[in-house]
């Protein structure tokens, strides 16, 4: 049979309320010696509490769901380290959902962890299910990371996509190629893309450099598409010293295409990316990029989540948290 709080207090000595408020953390009015005690008979019975009767008498499930944009990314990935790492340390399990950039998916999604009584959601949204989040963000807590939705109400987390790419510009031009191309997929709806558009143009424009239209590249992430785009680009009258990659996904597409155009980075093109992964370093040659400190974003989050929950939920304004991005200099630019 299965070894109950009676069994745990019976062994102990002590009374079910007394261990019951142990279990709970509740330590004020209990003494070092019981609290070991306890501690002790937990883990010679190999006690675990029951957590669906626990969730429903605390109306609490210790619970996060985290929803992101696409999981096949990098950044996702080392976002939600940050974010189940947080959590386990704080005795919060995840939930995890890939949305894949489908609004049809997040939204089911949405729907499924709302039913399943989560404490609180993580989302890196698709940005065509505002609506629905902000509904939500009356009820339960949420915190968006990555990308930015105004007219919700709550935590986000992000970082200052506008630097990153001055940064990366900034070091372009250092370098003699004034001759940018920005390659993006579209941007319209998503908060990190929009602004590294604008960021674009406006550290073009701080260097006296106007923004020629062939050179800011909106496509798809498809590989006969990028291709295209590339072999467009490079056919223009006036084309680019470089490519800027709007995202890693974006990057790792480009230097594909070049690679499959025999066309040699950086002899030929610099290639740059905006977000930093694993293989950047290692393909032949390195990529530079701005990187983004993804982990410990996908802490905060989980942090300002928490911190929400185990406080009254209106106890302080929405914060908005932005870390700054930082260059990484290697080889793909003829450095």
């Known amino acids: 049979m299965p070894v109950t709080i009676n069994d745990v207090a019976a062994r102990a000595r002590v009374s079910?309320?007394?261990?019951?408020?142990?279990?709970?953390?509740?330590?004020d009015s209990m003494s070092k010696e019981t609290r070991e005690n306890i501690a002790q008979v937990v883990e010679e019975l190999g006690y675990r509490p029951n957590a669906l009767a626990r969730s429903l008498k605390q109306k609490k499930t210790h619970t996060i769901g985290a929803i992101v944009a696409n999981i096949l990314n990098p950044f996702s990935t080392s976002i939600i380290r940050g974010v189940e790492d947080y959590c386990n340390q704080h005795?919060?399990?995840?939930?995890l959902c890939n949305a894949d950039e489908d609004?049809?998916?997040?939204?089911?999604?949405l729907e499924v962890l709302a039913d399943k009584q989560v404490d609180g959601l993580i989302?890196?949204?698709?940005?065509?299910?505002?609506?629905?989040i902000k509904n939500l963000n009356l009820h339960l807590p949420v915190v968006l990371i990555d990308r930015k939705v105004?007219?919700?109400?709550?935590?986000?987390?992000t970082s200052d996509s506008r630097k990153g790419v001055q940064l990366m510009i900034d070091h372009l031009i250092k370098l003699g190629r004034s001759e940018i191309a920005f390659f993006t997929m579209p941007y319209h709806e998503v908060s990190p893309r929009t602004e590294r558009v604008l960021g674009y143009r406006q550290a073009l424009a701080s260097h006296g450099i106007a923004c020629k239209p062939h050179l800011l590249v909106e496509t798809i992430l498809d590989e006969a598409a990028v291709i295209r785009a590339v072999e467009t680009v490079l056919a223009s009258p006036e084309p680019p010293a470089?490519?800027?990659?709007?995202n890693n996904l974006m990057t790792m597409a480009v230097v594909k295409a070049l690679k499959k155009l025999n066309i040699s980075?950086?002899?030929?093109?610099a290639v740059v990316g905006f977000d930093d992964w694993d293989w950047a370093e290692l393909i032949d040659p390195p990529v530079t990029v701005v990187s983004q400190p993804t982990y410990a974003m996908g802490q905060e989050a989980a942090t300002l989540l928490i911190k929400r929950l185990k406080s009254k939920r209106n106890s302080r304004k929405p914060a908005v948290i932005l870390f700054d991005p930082e260059l990484v200099i290697r080889k793909s630019c003829g450095e």
């Open 265 to 269: 980075i950086p002899r030929d093109i």
């Open 103 to 109: 609004p049809v998916k997040e939204r089911e999604y």
């Open 91 to 95: 005795g919060f399990s995840l939930i």
């Open 123 to 132: 989302i890196n949204t698709t940005g065509y299910n505002n609506d629905l």
């Open 242 to 246: 470089a490519i800027f990659g709007a």
């Open 150 to 157: 105004p007219e919700i109400n709550t935590d986000t987390v």
């Open 16 to 27: 079910k309320t007394t261990v019951s408020h142990y279990l709970n953390g509740r330590y």
